[in-house]
T-cell receptor, first 116, second 116 residues
Framework: AQSVTQLDSHVSVSEGTPVLLRCNYS??????LFWYVQHPNKGLQLLLK??????LVKGINGFEAEFKKSETSFHLTKPSAHMSDAAEYFC??????????????FGGGTRLMVKP | SAVISQKPSRDICQRGTSLTIQCQVD?????MFWYRQQPGQSLTLIAT?????????ESGFVIDKFPISRPNLTFSTLTVSNMSPEDSSIYLC?????????????FGQGTRLTVV
């Protein structure tokens, strides 16, 4: 079985300061890991995904995440927050490798607020 | 990537009625997924829709309440039956695709349902 825990339901940062959204997972096998962002009244958008090629994954809009197997973590970071980053972020795990149409397990979501 | 068209994008319905949500994909996919996002909550998987077989429902969801059709490899519908205000949610269609050894998921824009 797999599970995902996003440690903070809300994160508030000032514009221009770093962003850290925390995610821990549990998995019986080597997981696939994703971060999705959901802006108000918009569909989910993939920010980045973990592949075995590199533990540090770079995504869109300056976001990146580091896969740490020893800590079972996949925290999302960004060096400098922008007002447009305000949204809901979901950490997602998929356990079944190499299978089209995998089911996903979602974390509870973290609402990121960016103050001017 | 996969392009998913979901409609309607939103609806306001009377309690006791039913609403059918359509999901169209621009390419053939084996499995399609239906999720629900209740207000302030994360996404929850309702069921997995396979072409040519009965949908597989997650715990807490039943076919009588959420009948699903999957007539071909590019289309699926989810019906929310005998609606009550508790069914007010965003309903999302999703498909999966393997990218190398790693899967990724694609989402429709969602259907925002309000039951009055």
């Amino acid at each position: 079985a797999q599970s995902v825990t996003q440690l903070d339901s809300h994160v508030s940062v000032s514009e221009g300061t770093p962003v850290l959204l925390r995610c821990n997972y549990s998995s019986s096998y080597s997981p696939s890991l994703f971060w999705y962002v959901q802006h108000p009244n918009k569909g989910l958008q993939l920010l980045l995904k973990y592949t075995s090629a590199a533990t540090l994954v770079k995504g869109i809009n300056g976001f990146e995440a580091e896969f740490k197997k020893s800590e079972t973590s996949f925290h999302l970071t960004k060096p400098s927050a922008h007002m447009s980053d305000a949204a809901e972020y979901f950490c997602v795990v998929s356990e079944e490798e190499g299978k089209a149409g995998n089911m996903l397990t979602f974390g509870g979501g973290t609402r990121l607020m960016v103050k001017p | 990537s996969a392009v998913i068209s979901q409609k309607p994008s939103r609806d306001i319905c009377q309690r006791g009625t039913s609403l059918t949500i359509q999901c169209q994909v621009d390419s053939q996919v084996t499995m399609m997924f239906w999720y629900r996002q209740q207000p302030g909550q994360s996404l929850t998987l309702i069921a997995t829709a396979n072409q040519g077989s009965e949908a597989t429902y997650e715990s807490g969801f039943v076919i009588d309440k959420f009948p699903i059709s999957r007539p071909n490899l590019t289309f699926s519908t989810l019906t929310v039956s005998n609606m009550s205000p508790e069914d007010s949610s965003i309903y999302l269609c999703s498909v999966g695709r393997s990218s190398g050894l790693r899967p990724e998921a694609f989402f429709g824009q969602g259907t925002r349902l309000t039951v009055v």
